[in-house]
């Protein structure tokens, strides 16, 4: 405790158009106390108190002159937090204004904090899984029923959707996609080729640079280089969209409206995926192969002629099969986990953000995981 | 008595359209001052001026005795400060919960420490009858409560002037008659001057102290409430007489 001289009169507060002095036991507060000042005179005035044991003060506030809500909800806020040492806290003084301004903002306010519930582990666990089988897994494949049916239905029909929406889907989805994924599978079949060229230099293997861009492009890197660029694309925007209009009321519109909205959003995307993803594929096996054919020219000096001979006999069907079953298997994955987090949006702006990303996470995820699951399959 | 608003000989153009024509009228202390019109006359734009979201291009308009036009944009928010706005849709933050919402300008335009902003949130809302929505989302809300929240967050820094956008629209009568009352509870008890557009005819009868009428961009009239409803202006006879037609009906 600070040495304290009780009898002289302290300033503990000065600001622009308030102060606040201590004089033995009581606290005059002078000028205005209004939101500007209100957060200084609480912070002051709890600390001025917290060292000193007054038995009991008073606050007067016959030099007030003006105060609003935050003002009288600091005095409160004050009284309160000094009446665990203080005992006798009385407020006085103020002019007829001011205390019809202190009755009205004084009111009792019932403050209802949630209790907090205590933390299981066990139960934490369980309730997880619980919600994870009956929220996500229930919900996923009830979105998967529904689209699948809807795309098998509708196969033939075109009323149920806007007019021309399978190529503007198929634009969106497919074409405009088309430059990242040619600039970026050259890059690839380069790089896989320009590092392993070396290697095969020392055993005298340069031909079989051919063997190796082919078959690593064609079954592998082609099919996941478009599935992963198009789950970033498309993934979000699918979500971004399903999750805006759900946001804002669109999709129970067209629910009055007897559209059924996956019907109505979902199935045209996946109708453009299934389409383009496979001819997406093509594009980014022959840009892969062409940046390894560059590549075996320059480091290996094998002739565009050569590569071409010795791709012939290399390529084989079961690759172009592979191909086409993980391209439907893709736009499956992207348009379905893209709507089913689009449809899952919480709480607004923030909540369209937040299911965005979750889709494009898991949507990529789940397309290197289907990668990887067929590769054991189909060898 | 002190001008809180004061616009004179505002003019301004969407395109080649005329919006607004020379328009002039002021607004008083501790008074709720009116704009009402019907659809298209102008109201949303002069207030859009009023809140400096459109730029004064011709004319003048001051705010709490200060010229708002060109003003740094530093003044402008130190003008915001001192004046709450009421949206016609609430335009509450979706993403925070009600008390979040209404503690915004207190924890942004203020020092105050967070367990007081926290007493004064539930104050506010407890004004307002609201003290079981502090941690609920707007999603969760009737329209009626979305109205009282914007409300309470218009005047979480008890500003001298707001700025009402419509505040009936979408409510039922009950729920407009108690949101009225609340507004004329806050110029009678805090002194705070309005600023409200309008159609609601029950509302203008309730809370105007002051009209200004706009027809197709122009002021044709600018008085109080009383010389508003006998006024020989044919347009303006025409607005309020759904009223008469009404109350004929009634009787």
């Known amino acids: 405790m600070k040495p304290v001289n009780r009898h002289k009169a302290r300033q503990i507060l000065e600001t622009k158009n308030t102060s606040c002095r201590l004089e033995e036991n009581t606290l005059f507060i002078s000028g205005q106390l209004r939101v500007n000042a209100a957060g200084d005179f ?30 009288v909800t600091a005095l409160f806020y004050v009284k309160r937090k000094l009446s665990a040492k203080i005992s006798g806290i009385r407020i006085e003084g103020g002019s007829a204004n001011i205390n019809r301004k202190i009755e009205l903002f004084s009111s009792e306010i019932p403050i209802e904090k949630k209790p907090e519930e205590a933390f299981e582990i066990t139960e934490a666990v369980g309730t997880e899984t619980y919600k994870f089988i009956t929220s996500y ?19 033939f029909r075109t009323k149920t959707t806007r007019e021309g929406e399978f190529v503007n889907q198929s634009v969106n989805i497919g074409v405009n996609a088309a430059l990242i994924i040619i600039i970026m599978s050259y890059a690839i079949g380069f790089v896989m080729a320009v590092q392993s060229a070396q290697y095969l230099r020392d055993f005298g293997a340069n031909i079989y640079i051919v063997d190796l861009v082919v078959i690593g492009i064609m079954s592998q890197m082609g099919p996941l280089i478009t599935g992963v660029l198009v789950a970033g694309r498309s993934g979000s925007s699918i979500a971004a969209e399903v999750a805006t209009m759900r946001v ?27 389409f383009t993803i496979p001819l997406l594929i093509i594009l980014s096996n022959v840009s892969g192969i062409a940046g390894g054919a560059s590549a075996a020219f320059y480091s290996l000096d094998i002739t565009p002629e050569i590569f071409i001979n010795r791709m012939a006999g290399v390529m084989q069907n079961k ?5 086409f079953v993980k391209s439907q298997v893709y736009a499956v994955i992207i348009v379905l986990t893209g709507a089913f987090y689009g449809f899952r949006v919480e ?19 789940l397309v290197i995981l289907a990668d990887s699951l067929m590769a054991v399959l189909f060898y | 008595m002190e001008k809180v608003i004061h616009v004179e000989g505002l003019y301004a153009k969407y395109d080649d359209t005329e919006i607004l024509h020379n328009v002039s009228f002021s607004a008083f202390k501790g008074e709720i001052t009116v704009i009402i019109g019907g659809s298209g006359s102008g109201k949303t734009t002069i207030l859009r001026h009023l809140l400096g979201l459109i730029p004064v291009e011709k004319g003048y308009v001051s705010l709490l005795g200060k010229d708002i036009s060109g003003l740094p944009e530093k003044e402008m928010n130190d003008m915001y400060h001192q004046m709450g706005v009421f949206y016609q849709n609430g335009a509450l933050m979706t993403s925070l919960t009600v008390g979040e919402n209404v503690a915004m300008p207190l ?50 820094m008890d500003p001298p002037l707001i700025f009402c956008d419509e505040p009936g629209a979408g409510l039922d009568p009950v729920s407009l008659e108690s949101l009225d009352n609340l507004i ?25 102290d002051r009209v200004v009428f706009l027809n ?22 025409d607005f309020f007489s759904v009223l008469r037609t009404d109350h004929i009906r009634q009787t």
């Open chain 2, 184 to 208: 004329l509870n806050l110029r009678d008890q805090l002194g705070i001057s309005v600023i409200m557009v309008t159609h609601e005819i029950s509302s203008i009868l309730r809370v105007a």
């Open chain 1, 137 to 155: 897994l229930y919900g996923f494949l009830l979105l998967t029923a529904d689209t699948l049916y809807w795309a098998a239905a509708d196969l």
């Open chain 1, 347 to 365: 709480k607004g702006a923030e909540g369209v953000g937040k299911v965005t990303t979750q889709a494009v996470v898991v949507s990529i995820s």
């Open chain 1, 42 to 71: 609480t912070r002051a005035v709890l600390k001025e108190f917290r060292a000193y044991g007054f038995p009991e003060i008073t606050i007067n506030l016959k030099e007030l002159d003006d105060i609003d809500s935050a003002g």
């Open chain 1, 248 to 274: 804002t009321a669109e999709l129970d519109a067209l629910k009055t409206m007897g559209l059924e909205p996956v019907r109505y959003v979902v199935v045209p995307k996946l109708y453009a995926s299934l």
């Open chain 2, 216 to 237: 197709q961009g122009k002021v044709l009239f600018e008085g109080s409430r009383k010389e508003a409803l006998v006024s020989e202006v044919q347009e303006i006879k």
């Open chain 1, 319 to 323: 690759d172009l099969l592979t191909a």
């Open chain 2, 107 to 156: 924890i942004h335009q203020s020092n105050l420490p967070k367990p007081l902003i926290e007493d004064i949130v539930r104050m506010k809302l407890g004004l307002l009858n609201l003290e079981k929505a502090y941690d609920l989302y707007p999603s969760q809300l009737s329209g009626g409560m979305l109205k009282r929240v914007a409300l309470a967050r218009a005047i979480a």
